[in-house]
């Protein structure tokens, strides 16, 4: 991290295509956040000549998730490096497993988690639609992904939750629909991150 200013740090999830790529762009660029994708540094690191490629290219391919201790030391190599002291982290945690492993290694929580809540039919048109090849998008994988979303990463939601730290988003409409209820959230949070905007 730039600065040596605790980060302020959000975790940012939702099932598979409830828009948290699409969203945590807008917010990136609008509130000067830097955004960090779980699955983009786990697909940088498959497609690097790195001794974990092939593990990772084969749980991705099967809608799993990958060793905790791989996808953290990506994660906190990203902080480390990051160019704001505000951090996205996109899909991530996506178990219980994860959280912990991250509070443990990381030593800090979360300030915010932003829920992503996505009827499951729109969740599915919008991955075959995106059609950009990722090896996890067809409908086999994604029925794994989606199961386990709802096995996995909805009790750290609820973990979350208990603790008052979850803003929900309904993910339906547009992207702009879906962004202005996301503004609002990091606007209420202005004071609190010093925002300029
Ligand atoms: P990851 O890359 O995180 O994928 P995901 O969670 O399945 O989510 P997606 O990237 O598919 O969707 P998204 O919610 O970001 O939506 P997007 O904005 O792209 O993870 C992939 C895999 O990596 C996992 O399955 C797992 O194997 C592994 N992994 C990741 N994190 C891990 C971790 N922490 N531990 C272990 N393993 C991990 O939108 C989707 C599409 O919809 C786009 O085409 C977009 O243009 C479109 N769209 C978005 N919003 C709208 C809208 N409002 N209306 C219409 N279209 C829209």
């Known amino acids: 991290v730039a600065s040596s200013r ?25 509130f000067s956040f830097a ?25 991705i391919k099967e809608g ?3 060793p905790s201790a791989i996808t953290i030391s990506l994660i906190k190599r990203a902080i480390n490096s990051a ?12 178990s219980e497993e994860n959280r912990i492993a991250f509070e443990k290694i990381i030593g800090v929580e979360p300030d915010l988690v932003i829920f992503f809540e ?8 919008r ?13 086999e994988t994604i029925r794994k992904r989606l199961k ?3 096995d996995l990463n909805m009790p750290v939601v609820e973990h979350y939750s208990s603790k008052g730290k979850v803003h929900k988003i309904t993910a339906t409409g547009t992207v702009d ?8 959230v990091f606007a209420s949070l202005r004071p609190k991150l010093c925002l300029e905007h």
């Open 177 to 184: 629909e879906i962004f202005e209820r996301v503004r609002q």
């Open 35 to 59: 955004h960090l994708s779980a699955g983009e540094l786990l697909r940088e690191e498959m497609s690097s000549p790195s001794e974990n490629g092939e593990l990772i290219r084969n749980v």
């Open 118 to 125: 996505c009827p499951e039919e729109e969740m599915v048109k």
């Open 83 to 94: 160019t704001s002291d505000k951090i996205l982290i996109d899909g991530f945690p996506r």
């Open 148 to 150: 386990v979303f709802e």
């Open 6 to 30: 605790k980060p302020f740090i959000s975790f940012v999830l939702g099932g598979p295509g409830s828009g948290k790529g699409t969203q945590c762009e807008k917010i990136a660029s609008i």
């Open 127 to 139: 991955i075959l639609g995106r059609n950009l090849g990722r090896i996890d998008d067809n409908m």
């Open 64 to 66: 799993k998730i990958v």
